[in-house]
């Protein structure tokens, strides 16, 4: 239930600027996830989703890929798997209908050149404002990028935690069991170049 709110993770686009190469992401070429817990039993709820889509942009600062932008994901896309509780979802706790999109609002992501290039995986920190349910929060995250399994390119992964009421959205319950506050949100996609 609250497995919706993880959904949150994503983007909008930002206007280019010179200077700047842009990273396009389509909904079609990756998935958002989110992971709830239940109390008392501990029931996992997760949910799946589309991928983010937006542009990000990457400029190079001494060593460094500079990675800014934003990313957006459809709340709608969001399910569970059991169509009653993705209905509750949805109407009652994310209200998609009033707030169909979240958007990642993204700055300043460093990575290491040559980290890209010789490692199999690099992470870095994230810091971004997540605009969601109505409600912007600052929220805090790791960011990885490897190459892609197939066809070249790379792989992006982004997984942040994030409290429900932090955005505005009742904490789900029903027959005895709660969902947490926290919940845990990842969005995965392939991109040609950075």
Do not use: C
């Not at 979802?89 to 700055?107: G, S």
């Not at 300043?108 to 349910?133: C, R, W």
């Not at 912007?136 to 992964?157: C, D, I, L, M, R």
């Amino acid at each position: 239930m609250r497995q919706w709110i993880l959904m949150t993770a994503l983007f909008i686009v930002a206007p280019l600027k010179p200077g700047f190469a842009a990273v396009n992401f389509a909904k079609d070429k990756g998935n958002s996830q989110f992971l709830a817990i239940g109390n008392p039993s501990a029931i996992r709820i997760e949910g799946k989703g589309e991928g983010p889509e937006g542009s990000l942009q990457t400029r190079e600062e001494g060593k460094n890929i500079v990675i800014s932008g934003a990313l957006k994901v459809d709340m709608k896309s969001y399910a569970t798997g059991i169509s009653l509780r993705d209905r509750h979802m949805k109407e009652k706790y994310l209200e998609v209908e009033k707030f169909q999109t979240a958007t990642l609002n993204l700055k300043d992501i460093y990575l290491v050149k040559e980290d890209l290039q010789k490692n199999p995986e690099t992470k870095a920190t994230f810091f971004a404002v997540l605009d969601m349910h109505g409600v912007q929060k600052p929220v805090q995250g790791e960011f990885t990028v490897k190459p892609a399994s197939a066809g070249g390119g790379y792989s992006v992964n982004a997984k942040f935690p994030l409290k429900l009421s932090d955005f505005a959205i009742n904490v789900p319950a029903f027959a005895g069991i709660t969902v947490a506050d926290q919940v845990e949100v990842t969005t995965t996609t392939d991109v040609e170049k950075f």
